[in-house]
């Protein structure tokens, strides 16, 4: 079974600094996706960054950028500039390419502070 | 992007009665929705994946019989907390999965059984 792994419970950044949370995971497949996702003290689930496996280059959105290494399964996730409203939990998470397996493998979580 | 509804928001309950909450994507159709459980200060933990059309498949541990699903239609999926204790008290998510590289989320749940 995947396992993804998430060895920061805590982190804080100074605002307009950059940040970096770490992600590895474990599996055996070599086609499935990678996220981030950013739960906010609302509580509501977002959608912050996503990587196909198959694809080499990073994904970038914005001041949101990954660090995919497949062969490390490693897949970490930089913040630039950061602003208040980026403090958040963090969770990342994999997902099989699989027909059938559809289903989201959460790490356990970061918890990003923003300081002003 | 795509939108996830969930309804309602908060519910309270006294122990022994039945809770639904409602799961609706808003404009796309999800053939797959997933219902978690999120405790505080933790990860959500998957309870079960949700076919349209089909019965839900359980996480190993979930009672299916306490917690029912239903995806009746490509856009609403729901979970009944049957005889619900205050033990079954907790934040419950839904998601809906267009397409395998997409899983949007709803704003959750918050039970709590009196």
């Known amino acids: 079974a995947q396992t993804v792994t998430q060895s920061q419970p805590e982190m804080s950044v100074q605002e307009a600094e950059t940040v970096t949370l770490s992600c590895t995971y474990d599996?055996?497949?070599?086609?499935?996706?990678l996220f981030w996702y950013k739960q906010p003290p609302s509580r509501q689930m977002i959608l912050v960054i996503r990587q196909e496996a198959y694809k080499q280059q990073n994904a970038t959105e914005n001041r949101f950028s990954v660090n995919f290494q497949k062969a490390a399964k490693s897949f970490s996730l930089k913040i630039s500039d950061s602003q208040l409203g980026d403090a958040a939990m963090y969770f990342c998470?994999?997902?099989?390419?699989?027909?059938?397996?559809?289903?989201?493998?959460f790490g356990k979580g970061t918890k990003l502070t923003v300081n002003p | 992007g795509a939108v996830v509804s969930q309804h309602p928001s908060w519910v309270i309950c006294k122990s022994g009665t039945s809770v639904k909450i409602e799961c609706r994507s808003l404009d796309f159709q999800a053939t797959t929705m997933f219902w978690y459980r999120q405790f505080p200060k933790q990860s959500l933990m998957l309870m079960a994946t949700?076919?349209?059309?089909?019965?839900?498949?359980?996480e190993q541990g979930v009672e299916k019989d306490k917690f029912l699903i239903n995806h009746a239609s490509l856009t609403l999926s729901t979970l009944t907390v049957t005889s619900a204790h205050p033990e079954d008290s907790s934040f419950y998510i839904c998601s809906a999965s267009p397409s395998r590289s997409q899983q949007y989320f709803g704003p959750g749940t918050r039970l709590t059984v009196l």
């Open positions: 998470a994999y997902r099989s390419a699989r027909g059938g397996s559809e289903k989201l493998v």
């Open positions: 949700s076919n349209e059309g089909s019965k839900a498949t359980y």
């Open positions: 599996t055996s497949e070599s086609d499935y996706y």
